[in-house]
């Protein structure tokens, strides 16, 4: 029996590493971000975006076309942030953590030093896992196993990270900022992350818990507060990927019978 081929994309073609470096310091690119109708894993590097007043556009791939590997990835995953030099030459990077941080770097948001910039990391790094982790122990677990694993969350998981979360946001002040008195990677991923839960068919329970928390909120508000990310936020496209999120994760809910 053979085995199907995989078309993946390269990291590795006829553009020298110096080449590819080049087009992803230029000082005017545009950007094209490849990822599904919804919010969920793209919507950190879109607001960045925003933020940045970046060049950019989102581009959609099919289910159809998705299935059909029309659109190859390194890892056959998504989002995909392709890079136009303003010579018209073209680069990418795969994977969001990637895609997030070399844009956070780009739009100075990442602190004003060496420490700043890895204490944001780090916050970064554990809301990032926050959301992940759920993916695979909760939101995509198995049918019969998710009213157990959302009890296990709401009950440990999300208080922990509330709780440790809010003693970072107070020892810098209570400021609604995990670093210094601006808006860092760290802010707009938390907000994003915020965003997801409040998709899932138990966003309602998951947010509450969120909601009460003055320090969250005021990271929230800060972000929101943004004139850049807020006219974002305020149009037809944002709205309708934050809906498509929530009709993805429709069919996670917990079933009846358990």
């Known amino acids: 029996m053979s085995t199907p081929t995989i078309n993946r994309r390269s990291f590795f073609n006829n553009v020298s590493s110096e080449e590819n470096a080049r087009i992803l310091t230029d000082p005017n690119p545009t950007y094209r971000l490849l990822y599904f ?5 793209g919507a950190t590097a879109r607001d960045i ?3 940045g007043k970046a060049d950019w556009i989102n581009q959609h791939p099919t289910d159809e076309e998705w299935d059909a590997d029309r659109f190859p990835t390194p890892f056959r995953v998504m989002p995909l942030l392709n890079v136009i030099a303003s010579d018209g030459k073209e680069t990418f990077l795969a994977e969001s953590i990637v895609v997030d941080q070399y844009l956070a770097n780009k739009f100075n948001l990442l602190g004003d030093n060496e420490w700043e910039e890895q204490t944001i990391r ?3 790094c554990n809301i990032h896992y926050l959301r992940e982790r759920s993916f695979m122990n909760v939101t995509w677990t198995y049918a019969d196993k998710r009213k157990v694993a959302l009890e296990k969350f709401m009950a440990s998981t999300l208080p922990a990270f509330v709780a440790d979360h809010e003693f970072h946001l107070r020892t810098n002040g209570s400021n609604g900022h995990y670093v210094g008195n601006r808006l860092s990677l760290a802010d707009i991923h938390l907000v994003n992350v915020m965003d997801h839960f409040s998709h899932l068919p138990t966003g309602k329970q998951i947010t509450a818990v969120f909601a009460k928390s003055e320090l969250l909120s005021k990271v929230r508000e800060n972000v929101e507060r943004n004139p850049d990310i807020a006219a974002w936020r ?3 496209e944002w709205k ?3 809906d498509s999120s929530v009709h993805a994760y429709a069919i996670t809910a917990v079933p009846q019978e358990y």
């Open 122 to 124: 780090a916050h970064y």
């Open 37 to 41: 109708d919804c919010a969920s894993v």
């Open 49 to 51: 975006l925003a933020f």
């Open 240 to 242: 309708a990927l934050a």
């Open 234 to 236: 305020s149009t037809d």
